[in-house]
């Protein structure tokens, strides 16, 4: 200060309470990270839900289809169901019963298959289309 100014206590800032207590600082952190941790959980377990990735307990769906091939006598199957099916005179397939979910489809022909992911629904039905089982000619010759 120069001379002649007089000093104003007015001017500094007052002294004001926290507005946690003292010694709570830790205790509301750690709430906040637990809301904001349950708050992520349900949010990834609703989107996973959303996307059928996750199967539901008890859950089957059905998985259809068309394969083209070079002459009959394709299968397809699953892991988790496996009954191989007959592909019909005209390529399709119906291979019910499987559970819902993230399955490997494979397709077997002349002693090779071919493998397609699928995402089956909970009592649903997932058509994948049509699959092309490309051979050589030699081994369609062996058979």
Do not use: C
């Not at 941790?37 to 996973?48: E, K, T």
């Amino acid at each position: 200060m120069s001379t002649g100014e007089q000093f104003d206590p007015d001017y500094y800032v007052k002294w004001r309470p926290p507005l946690i207590p003292p010694g709570q600082g830790r205790q509301v952190v750690r709430i906040a990270i637990f809301v904001l941790s349950g708050i992520l959980i349900i949010m990834a377990a609703v989107a996973l839900w959303r996307s059928n990735l996750i199967a539901l307990p008890g859950g089957r769906g059905t998985i259809v289809g068309k394969v083209i091939a070079p002459s009959e006598g394709a299968v397809v199957f699953t892991l988790t169901n496996p009954t191989e099916i007959p592909v019909g005179v005209d390529g399709r397939f119906t291979l019910p019963d499987v559970p819902s979910g993230r399955q490997m489809l494979y397709v077997g022909f002349s002693g090779t298959a071919w493998e397609v992911e699928v995402n089956v629904p909970n009592q649903g039905m997932v058509d994948v289309g049509v699959i092309t089982v490309e051979t050589t000619a030699e081994a369609i010759r062996e058979r």
